[in-house]
């Protein structure tokens, strides 16, 4: 059973930094990605950023240069550091780990990121 834990959301005014971890406990293959989506409220779920366990990383336009994603492989912990937020990067964060042997998505639980003054 894959559990994925999130931490580090809150409220932050704009210009600020906020940085999200998600440790990814249970059995899989080392052969992932392991990312961020996000959800606003009326709008769909987008990816954010994203790191394959080769070290490729790819970032949604609206995040590049302001959001950094990073991992621990001997932790199985992923993060992102978020830097010069806006208020249109509030929403519901979730990390997500996927499988590419077997096409599965696991999801955490999301954690709110919220971006006013």
């Known amino acids: 059973q894959v559990q994925l834990v999130e931490s580090g959301g809150g409220l932050v005014q704009p210009g600020g930094s906020l940085r999200l971890s998600c440790a990814a406990s249970?059995?899989?293959?080392?052969?992932?990605?392991m990312g961020w989506y996000r959800q606003a409220p009326g709008k769909q779920r987008e990816l954010v950023a994203r790191?394959?366990?080769?070290?490729?990383?790819n970032y949604a336009d609206s995040v590049k240069g302001r959001f950094t994603i990073s991992r621990d492989n001997a932790k199985n912990t992923v993060y992102l550091q978020m830097t010069s937020l806006k208020p249109e990067d509030t929403a519901v964060y979730y990390c997500?780990?996927?499988?590419?042997?077997?096409?599965?998505?696991?999801w955490g639980q999301g954690t709110q990121v919220t971006v006013s003054s």
């Open positions: 997500n780990l996927y499988i590419y042997s077997s096409d599965v998505s696991y």
């Open positions: 249970g059995s899989f293959v080392r052969s992932n990605a």
């Open positions: 790191t394959i366990s080769g070290g490729r990383t």
